[in-house]
């Protein structure tokens, strides 16, 4: 397993952007997939984005399609993910997590695939 940590969560208007960054704590990022989740009140946690190992490949959950991008600069052992056009739905906690399985669309939107949480970051986009 792997300490990840969120950061850049906060309060923004709809319409606005933010940016995350996901770290690792003393061990490297550049060997397993990372994924975003997200938590609402009163709701599952759900998948947003994941992307590859090199960081070639990404997916998407549909309603973040265009608006949300996923990055890694594993040079910097950081995942990003940028999100634009915020709206109210999109208010959750936000997390990061880990995967070393291998990169197969069916699983990744799935939290059992992933061993390694962040303790995730609050976004609220008031309306």
């Known amino acids: 397993q792997v300490q990840l940590v969120e950061s850049g969560g906060g309060l923004v208007q709809a319409g606005g952007s933010l940016r995350f960054s996901c770290t690792a704590s003393?061990?490297?990022?550049?060997?397993?997939?990372i994924a975003w989740f997200r938590q609402a009140p009163g709701k599952e946690r759900e998948f947003v984005a994941a992307?590859?190992?090199?960081?070639?490949?990404?997916y998407y959950q549909n309603s973040v399609k265009g608006r949300f991008t996923v990055s890694r600069d594993n040079a910097k052992n950081t995942v990003y993910l940028q999100l634009h056009s915020l709206k109210p739905e999109d208010t959750a906690v936000y997390y990061c997590?880990?995967?070393?399985?291998?990169?197969?669309?069916?699983?990744?939107?799935?939290?059992?695939?992933?061993?390694?949480w962040g303790q995730g970051t609050q976004v609220t986009v008031s309306s």
């Open positions: 992307i590859s190992v090199s960081g070639l490949s990404t």
């Open positions: 003393g061990r490297t990022l550049s060997t397993y997939i």
């Open positions: 997590a880990a995967s070393s399985l291998a990169w197969y669309i069916p699983v990744l939107a799935t939290p059992r695939s992933y061993n390694s």
